[in-house]
């Protein structure tokens, strides 16, 4: 069947990560493009895919091509294409992992984002959308804007701000940039996964989960849908070398996600407060190594229990997202160019179909759910021989 060529030509690059499948979904779903390429180092039949996300991938409008972006040979061969070059280019690739070395994010983020935004100016591709992070300041009392004084708060944001600084001094690139709050839907796994999966594991632990700090922290949040609509919408509608940001009304703090989690999962939740928490902070590695503790030998034995030997999801938190830094943006720029958000704000069944989706998967252990088993933690066993005589 021939290309419509009425319709543009799109290159998603890390198109099977999280952000990534979600949009080329959105691609297929809405029949916006004539031909969709994807580039990634992960494989769809290898990154743990909904039957959603996997269906769009087997639509005849979509080529995979296996590539490691860090390597310029690569680039070239995912943008060649005997046609005229693509119309538009999103970047979603980049290291994303929290806790990385130096060298690790300047080649995943940096070097990468280098290698493709410089290829894409040489082929004069329409419109070049760079993924970058939304912890560049951490503001209490306003949100901030895009014209705001920049200071990330984590290093993948710092690395990020680079990319962005470089992307304004290619020649002949026709970019924006979007900074996007937390992302939160189907097939998330950092996003509020991790505070989900921590909420299941006080319920099977039967105990009332307790966060650092105050439910006054800042965490701004965006629906992946609304996302992808806006990076398409970007795409005709966006002004080229402007930054764009994505965060819904909500105005999310950890105090809302709090309550959610615990309507879902039917828990009583708590926070340290500021005092205790500045105190933590003082030796804050071995608190979050404590946290994460308690939270992943619980997760393991849940995960062995139900059979389950490899899953994507960890209820690891990184000690970089631990600190009192507000993720508090203003996201109203973008709906001066005529986007509306269509998820504005965060809500218990968005959450819920979050779960349900891992459920449905099998990556998920359904007995942290049931409530009928009280997880004795290893640190306990002792204590329980020295009474019983036995296990």
């Keep these: 069947m021939a290309a419509d060529s009425s319709k543009p030509r799109v290159l998603v690059l890390g198109g099977t990560g999280f952000i990534g499948r979600n949009f080329v979904h959105h691609l297929v779903a809405h029949d916006l493009a004539a031909k969709i390429r994807v580039a990634d180092k992960v494989p769809p039949q290898m990154a743990w895919m909904n039957s959603r996300h996997a269906e769009a991938f087997s639509s005849p409008v979509v080529e995979f ?65 760079e993924l970058s992070s939304g912890q560049m300041v951490s503001s209490e009392k306003k949100p901030y804007k895009e014209d705001s004084k920049c200071d990330p708060w984590t290093n993948m944001a710092r690395h990020k701000l680079e990319v962005e600084q470089l992307l304004s001094n290619i020649p002949d690139l026709n970019y924006l940039v ?27 632990t039967k105990e009332k989960m307790k966060m650092l700090w105050t439910k006054d922290l800042h965490m701004n949040t965006v629906h992946v849908e609304d996302v992808c609509a806006a990076i398409w919408h970007l795409f005709t509608h966006g002004q080229c070398g402007q930054i764009y ?69 960890t209820p690891f938190i990184d000690q970089e997202l631990l600190y009192n830094k507000h993720l508090h943006m203003d996201g109203t720029k973008i709906e001066q160019t005529g986007f509306s958000y269509s998820y504005p704000e965060l809500r218990l069944t968005c959450l819920r179909q979050i779960l349900d989706d891992y459920i449905q998967l099998g990556l998920f252990p359904k007995c942290l759910l049931s409530g009928d088993v009280h997880y004795i933690p290893p640190s306990d066993y002792d204590d329980l021989v020295d009474q019983d005589g036995d296990h």
């Design 245 to 313: 940001h994505l965060a819904d009304k909500g105005n999310t703090k950890q105090g809302t996600i709090s309550e959610l989690v615990s309507k879902l999962f039917d828990i009583d939740y708590d926070f340290m407060g500021s005092i205790l928490s500045t105190m933590a902070q003082v030796k804050m590695s071995s608190v979050v190594e404590d946290i994460n503790d308690k939270h992943m030998a619980p997760w393991a034995d849940a995960c062995q229990r139900d059979g389950i030997a490899n899953t994507p999801l």
């Design 65 to 129: 091509k296996h590539a490691n972006l860090i390597n310029q040979t690569s680039v070239e061969n995912v943008f060649a294409t005997d046609a005229e070059p693509f119309d538009y280019v999103v970047n979603f690739a980049a290291e994303t992992k929290y806790g990385q070395s130096e060298p690790v994010y300047h080649e995943g983020i940096v070097r990468l984002s280098e290698n493709c935004a410089r290829t894409a100016a040489r082929l004069k591709v329409h419109m070049y959308v």
């Design 178 to 204: 979007v900074r996007p709050a937390i992302v939160y839907g189907l097939s998330d796994r950092q996003g509020l996964t991790p505070r989900l999966l921590i909420g299941t594991i006080y319920k099977y």
